[in-house]
Structure formats: C-alpha cells, structure tokens
C-alpha cells in the first residue's frame, strides 16, 4: 500500500513538471515537499557505494544521477551497463538505456517521468541535460554521488555467517554488510536496507516515499545461503 501510495504521489507531481510548457518550474506538492531527496547516503558502506557508484564511471558524460527540474526527490540514473534506473530514497527499479552518441538520443521506458526516445543537447559543462519529444521538453541537472543505501545504524545486531556478496542462479543478489546495512537486486529492481539478523531472522527497514518494513527467513548450510526459496553462494562483484 504504501509503495502504491508514493508511486500515486510521484505520478501526480509528474504530471505537474509535463504540465504544457515543461520548461514551467511546478508548484510545490506534498510528496516534493515531504519525501527525502534520492540518492543521499551517510556514512553508509563503504564496499557497497564502491559497487553502486562503479556503474556510473565511464568515458561519456551522460553516466551518472540526474534529476529534472522541479522533482528534486526522484532520480534517473544512466549507467555504464546499459541500464538506466529511477530512484527514489531507498529503492531503484531499472529499464534498458538506449544510448545512441553519435546520433545524441536516448531511449528508456519507465512508466513514470521518462518514456520513449529524447533526443539530447548536454551543456557546455556536461551539468544539464536537455531532452526533447516532439513538443515534450525535460530538463535535468546533473547530480553528485548514486547510492540508495541509508546510513548506517548504530550498534547493528548481524549474523558474522551472513556477511558479504550472494548471488543465486536466477542472478539475484544479497550484499549483507558488517555496518548493518542490506542490499538486494533482483534484476529488475535494486533495494538497500538497515537490517538486524539473528536465529534464522532478518528485520529489514528501507525508505521508499515512507519506511517499510521486511522480515526474511533464511538458512546457511555447507557455506549455501537459503533465502527467498533460493540458494545463494558466496562470490566478489567486480568493482570497476
């Protein structure tokens, strides 16, 4: 429900920005006024922003965290793995990027905010980014750092078993951190939590337009980890 609710507040404020002449800044609304701004993490893990912020290094400028004008607690970023991702406070859900430099357009297929082929004029520094649809003009500004995870929590309860990379066969991964933070990606969307874990148990907390809570069960056997009716084995991402 929740979840729902902050997809309902977005679309409405959405619906503002691309309100006739979108170069016109929208009014405040309660969810820009209200909800955390993306893409801010303090004091979080640090091996977990390494491999978050890893996906936005590259030669073109058009990697990286943007945000349109306007909607300053909603991200859209571009990434080196052909992926483009929109986020918002804890949670990231991902859509093909279509990148085409030569030609300067850009394609994605969210259901909210960005959707179908822009083409794109960069500013002389590389710090806004205009995007046009046949009469559909979007401008974004260029953002600091990408990470979803939240900050730390202090004195966290884990499982010393539990820490570090897992990845299934279905290629869904767990990242359990000493600090007591959690991160999934499942594929097509990507979740960082604070979490405590103890006797089969993790309490999950993560932020998306209000706290939402998870609990997982989960199992370690022979170095396996049983979660989500998955198995899960211990690798290391590579860190670009």
Do not use: H
Not at 204 to 214: D, I, L, M, P, T
Request: glycine share 8%.
């Amino acid at each position: 429900m929740k979840k729902f609710v902050s997809i309902f507040l977005i679309a409405a404020a959405l619906a503002l920005v691309f309100a006739g002449c979108s170069d016109k800044k929208p009014a405040p609304t309660s969810a820009a006024t209200t909800a955390p701004t993306t893409a801010a993490a303090e004091e979080s893990s640090g091996e977990l922003n390494a491999y978050l912020k890893s996906f936005v290094k590259g030669d073109s400028p058009i990697y990286g965290t943007w945000q349109i004008e306007g909607v300053d607690y909603l991200s859209f970023i571009f990434r080196n793995d052909e992926l483009a991702e929109m986020v918002m406070d804890n949670e990231g859900d991902f859509t093909k990027l279509r990148l085409d430099e030569k030609n300067k357009t850009l394609g994605v297929s969210f259901a909210l905010g960005l959707n179908g082929v822009y083409s794109y004029e960069l500013s002389d520094n590389n710090s806004t980014l205009s995007l046009k649809l046949d009469d559909t003009k979007i401008t974004l500004k260029k953002q600091k750092d990408y990470s979803i995870a939240p900050k730390a929590p202090k004195k966290p309860q884990v499982d010393p078993d539990l820490l570090g990379w897992w990845k299934s066969e279905e290629k869904q991964i767990y990242y359990f951190g000493g600090d007591g933070v959690m991160y999934s990606n499942n594929i097509s969307m990507e979740t960082a939590y604070t979490y405590s874990a103890a006797s089969g148990k993790i309490n999950a907390v993560y932020n998306y337009g209000g706290e939402v809570k998870k609990d997982f069960k989960y199992n370690i056997k022979s170095g396996k980890l049983i979660m989500d009716n998955q198995t899960f084995k211990k690798f290391n991402p590579k860190i670009k």
